[in-house]
């Protein structure tokens, strides 16, 4: 046995399974160990203050966009550092609750899906109060013509998404705007119907439809003409709903408050006035189903992600979609996209007598509303973090960079997203007798029959009919139901109030907490206890509101 | 080097130590007070946050280890009262403990800055209801109302108290009782020219006469009002103003008036959605209609206020 030998023998021996798992395991735990330091060095940089900000805007373009926002904002600010934490919008909720309840949360979140930040109950006591800022500017807009505006009115159509009207205060910013539209591919149009012209009316929306289907039979592409999905199907449904219905308004708008409410509407339909046989009803109904035959088979089984793949790759001609989808769309699509406003039905077109106007977009109050989590370390250099993102001059930066629009006053959107700006022209509400429990799941379930032709408008009338006049279950529950809801508001409201009184008394609340105490209590007060739901439904139902 | 004995004898020892034993009970006092005043704050921040459960705690503490009519004990009494008011979920005993701490409030410290509310309060357990066959106490509550009225006429808790007794009237929604609760309401504020709630008020005045009275012309009036004081939300002006053109427009045939809230419904209230509607309304009119400039990305425009 030579020397050589010997030495492979030892080596030998060394390789074994015990080894390697050996190795294996060291391995791990090193790359593991150096994982945690470079996680521990993110997040608690030495001499630096780590700031973060959970969203769920994963839509492409968004997250560059921030970086590049953060970089300018840590170059003003060497001692700080912020990490942005993009988390799936299918688990942000479940995400974020986690985050709150193990108060974990980043300092800024985006107030999104999860219900601790949906319920105002909870939202108040997780999240700062940031009334005592808006009132003040914006420090980051100093220079600009915004320099002296109350940090609130430097947004488009005010802060009112961050505003909560159950608790009369300010607690999150947005920082883009948001609309839906119709994107479509114009080469597809162009071939299918020689031009590729945004559609301007209800009957070049349908003929374009239905070149298109001519085309992909011709052609044997099996191009769709709508990329219908589940996402946005309920849009297509409102925007249409409120364009025949909204006219109805000065019939059953009995508060005078200028909406359609759900009560009204049931009030309408039990007299008569907006019940399914009305001519205006029947026609969106019929509309509605001539229009859904172009939204592709098995579109209810597609949720948004699916329905834009198909757009992008060409086999759906049309995609109604968010302005902040754009971005997303236009990188992947090898094609010029088009995009307009949801094509209305005009005067000489079919059902074009039936059409008040558009649904307006006035009511739009701005998107991806950032709010301050209270167990924030650093809660002023976040607010500072925040009014950076919502200044004139950074919002403009990071919208244009993400392919959305801005929020703020006179900050430009580019020139891709212009067509994408609210519109407030049109009418805010429209028609709607379906609330929830058994009435919504009735006409919601009849409605998908109706429209793909499985059953008759009567057939699908009379079910609706019935369900509405359903003695137990039906619209007169609905409206118990509000009553219900009402009183136990008031009641929750009363926490509010007892909680804000106490702090006053106690010389513990912040300055404008009377104001904002009044305001509540002023709002309280007005809804009586929802006794004027009960009254109203015993002048007009001539018996007492059923007990829930 | 100093021995004991010279230790002993050391002026500062022989008087400055005796002196400093007999400040210790003082020491411990205002030891206690500052612990109490720690608590105090703790259970207030706690309440202030509606962690009504855990104030409740420290509130009921602070009881224990105050003596009974002190300024802290008043405080500590009124907080756990809150507390066990408005504890989620609500049930009969808190409630009746709530009770119990409002009425020793006012019967040990009527001069605490705690007992008017603490009347306030006790109306407020009577009218509304709180859990699940809760009576609904209107003539209870209006006692209570009534008495902070009586008691405290010159505190700004008067005038909430008298808003509150209205509105036991008007939520009968009975046309007799919801004209006394108007009439309460009016007759208050035409001798208190700054009441805080004044806007408010008349705003609720203008709701009423509205629904259920049906009175379009003193709604309009009373609407007028609160807006001449400043509503006190003006984030909803919109859809008020849009309610009072259509007032003036359906119901007093007033087209002038009609043509000025068609105007405030444009200029400052076009986020209510009904901004489209208005310039519709005016151009029926012959008015001159504003331009809608909701959304207009350029800097030159005035924010909504």
């Known amino acids: 046995?030579?020397?050589?030998?010997?030495?492979?023998?030892?080596?030998?021996?060394?390789?074994?399974?015990?080894?390697?798992?050996?190795?294996?395991?060291?391995?791990?735990?090193?790359?593991?160990?150096?994982?945690?330091?470079?996680?521990?060095?993110?997040?608690?940089?030495?001499?630096?203050?780590?700031?973060?900000?959970?969203?769920?805007?994963?839509?492409?373009?968004?997250?560059?966009?921030?970086?590049?926002?953060?970089?300018?904002?840590?170059?003003?600010?060497?001692?700080?550092?912020?990490?942005?934490?993009?988390?799936?919008?299918?688990?942000?909720?479940?995400?974020?609750?986690?985050?709150?309840?193990?108060?974990?949360?980043?300092?800024?979140?985006?107030?999104?899906?999860?219900?601790?930040?949906?319920?105002?109950?909870?939202?108040?006591?997780?999240?700062?109060?940031?009334?005592?800022?808006?009132?003040?500017?914006?420090?980051?807009?100093?220079?600009?013509?915004?320099?002296?505006?109350?940090?609130?009115?430097?947004?488009?159509?005010?802060?009112?998404?961050?505003?909560?009207?159950?608790?009369?205060?300010?607690?999150?910013?947005?920082?883009?705007?948001?609309?839906?539209?119709?994107?479509?591919?114009?080469?597809?149009?162009?071939?299918?119907?020689?031009?590729?012209?945004?559609?301007?009316?209800?009957?070049?929306?349908?003929?374009?439809?239905?070149?298109?289907?001519?085309?992909?039979?011709?052609?044997?592409?099996?191009?769709?003409?709508?990329?219908?999905?589940?996402?946005?199907?309920?849009?297509?449904?409102?925007?249409?709903?409120?364009?025949?219905?909204?006219?109805?308004?000065?019939?059953?708008?009995?508060?005078?408050?200028?909406?359609?409410?759900?009560?009204?509407?049931?009030?309408?339909?039990?007299?008569?006035?907006?019940?399914?046989?009305?001519?205006?009803?029947?026609?969106?109904?019929?509309?509605?189903?001539?229009?859904?035959?172009?939204?592709?088979?098995?579109?209810?089984?597609?949720?948004?992600?699916?329905?834009?793949?198909?757009?992008?790759?060409?086999?759906?001609?049309?995609?109604?979609?968010?302005?902040?989808?754009?971005?997303?769309?236009?990188?992947?699509?090898?094609?010029?996209?088009?995009?307009?406003?949801?094509?209305?039905?005009?005067?000489?077109?079919?059902?074009?007598?039936?059409?008040?106007?558009?649904?307006?977009?006035?009511?739009?109050?701005?998107?991806?509303?950032?709010?301050?989590?209270?167990?924030?370390?650093?809660?002023?250099?976040?607010?500072?973090?925040?009014?950076?993102?919502?200044?004139?001059?950074y919002n403009e930066i990071l919208t244009r960079k993400a392919g959305w629009i801005p929020v703020i006053v006179g900050a430009q959107p580019s020139d891709r997203m212009k067509p994408f700006l609210p519109d407030p022209t049109g009418y805010p509400t429209g028609v709607d007798v379906r609330n929830s429990g058994y009435v919504y799941e009735v006409i919601h379930g009849e409605e998908w029959p109706f429209l793909h032709g499985e059953i008759d408008y009567e057939e699908f009338a009379g079910r609706v009919d019935r369900a509405l006049r359903d003695p137990g279950y039906g619209g007169d529950r609905q409206w118990s139901q509000e009553y219900d809801q009402m009183w136990r508001w008031c009641r929750n409201q009363e926490r509010v109030l007892a909680a804000q009184a106490s702090g006053i008394l106690m010389d513990s609340e912040a300055p404008g907490g009377q104001k904002r105490y009044n305001r509540l209590l002023l709002q309280q007060t007005l809804a009586n206890n929802g006794e004027s739901i009960r009254n109203q439904f015993e002048q007009v139902r001539g018996k007492p509101i059923p007990e829930m | 080097m100093r021995n004991i004995s010279t230790l002993e004898t050391h002026w500062t020892l022989r008087w400055v130590l005796p002196a400093l034993f007999s400040f210790l009970p003082v020491v411990s006092v205002a030891a206690d007070s500052t612990a109490t005043e720690a608590l105090l704050l703790a259970g207030t921040t706690k309440l202030s946050s509606r962690n009504f459960e855990a104030a409740h705690e420290i509130f009921d503490r602070v009881i224990k280890e105050t003596a009974t009519g002190t300024e802290p004990w008043a405080h500590a009494v009124f907080g756990a009262a809150v507390c066990a008011h408005h504890w989620s979920p609500t049930t009969e005993k808190r409630n009746r403990e709530a009770e119990r701490l409002y009425r020793l409030l006012l019967e040990k410290r009527t001069d605490s800055r705690y007992a008017p509310r603490s009347a306030l309060s006790l109306g407020r357990l009577a009218e509304l209801r709180d859990y699940y066959e809760d009576p609904v106490d209107l003539d209870g509550a209006r006692h209570w109302y009534q008495r902070v009225i009586d008691d405290w006429p010159d505190l700004p808790i008067s005038g909430e108290a008298t808003l509150r007794l209205a509105a036991t009237f008007v939520q009968t929604y009975d046309a007799e009782q919801v004209r006394h609760g108007a009439e309460l309401l009016e007759t208050w504020l035409e001798t208190r020219e700054h009441e805080p709630l004044a806007a408010g008020m008349w705003q609720y005045l203008g709701d009423t006469y509205f629904n259920p009275l049906e009175d379009h012309k003193t709604s309009l009036r009373c609407y007028r009002k609160a807006e001449a004081i400043g509503f006190l939300d003006s984030n909803n002006v919109g859809t008020l103003f849009w309610r009072m053109a259509i007032l003036a427009e359906r119901f007093l045939e007033d087209r002038d008036l009609a043509v000025e809230y068609y105007g405030k419904v444009i200029r400052s209230g076009a986020a209510s959605g009904k901004g489209y509607q208005a310039q519709l309304a005016l151009e029926r009119l012959g008015a001159p209609v504003p331009e809608l400039r909701l959304f207009q990305p350029v800097a030159d425009v005035r924010p909504v206020e």
């Open chain 1, 1 to 393: 046995m030579n020397r050589d030998t010997g030495r492979r023998q030892s080596i030998a021996r060394w390789i074994n399974v015990n080894t390697i798992g050996l190795a294996l395991l060291l391995a791990t735990i090193g790359l593991s160990l150096g994982r945690v330091m470079q996680v521990q060095r993110e997040l608690f940089e030495p001499g630096k203050t780590v700031l973060r900000i959970g969203h769920a805007a994963l839509e492409l373009g968004f997250r560059e966009a921030l970086d590049d926002v953060i970089a300018e904002y840590e170059r003003l600010h060497p001692d700080v550092k912020v990490l942005q934490i993009g988390v799936p919008q299918k688990i942000y909720g479940e995400w974020l609750n986690t985050q709150l309840i193990s108060d974990t949360a980043p300092d800024l979140v985006e107030l999104y899906l999860a219900s601790m930040v949906l319920d105002e109950h909870y939202l108040g006591s997780l999240f700062e109060s940031l009334a005592d800022h808006v009132d003040r500017p914006n420090p980051y807009n100093a220079g600009t013509l915004l320099e002296e505006w109350p940090w609130r009115t430097t947004f488009l159509g005010g802060m009112r998404s961050g505003f909560r009207e159950g608790l009369q205060d300010y607690y999150g910013a947005p920082i883009t705007l948001g609309t839906i539209r119709v994107y479509y591919n114009k080469q597809l149009l162009r071939e299918a119907t020689g031009s590729d012209a945004p559609l301007k009316t209800f009957d070049q929306f349908l003929n374009a439809c239905e070149a298109i289907q001519q085309l992909s039979e011709r052609t044997g592409g099996k191009v769709t003409p709508i990329a219908g999905n589940l996402y946005i199907v309920g849009t297509f449904l409102r925007r249409y709903r409120v364009a025949f219905t909204a006219g109805y308004e000065s019939e059953i708008d009995l508060d005078l408050d200028g909406l359609i409410s759900l009560r009204e509407s049931y009030i309408g339909y039990l007299q008569g006035s907006v019940d399914m046989q009305a001519p205006n009803i029947r026609a969106y109904f019929e509309c509605m189903k001539e229009l859904s035959r172009h939204f592709g088979e098995g579109y209810l089984g597609l949720w948004r992600d699916q329905a834009a793949f198909l757009f992008v790759q060409g086999r759906a001609a049309m995609l109604a979609a968010g302005s902040w989808d754009a971005t997303s769309l236009f990188a992947q699509s090898d094609f010029e996209i088009g995009v307009f406003d949801f094509p209305l039905p005009v005067e000489g077109e079919r059902w074009g007598q039936y059409i008040a106007g558009r649904e307006n977009e006035a009511r739009h109050a701005g998107g991806t509303v950032i709010g301050l989590y209270k167990g924030s370390k650093n809660r002023l250099q976040a607010l500072d973090f925040l009014q950076f993102l919502t200044s004139r001059k």
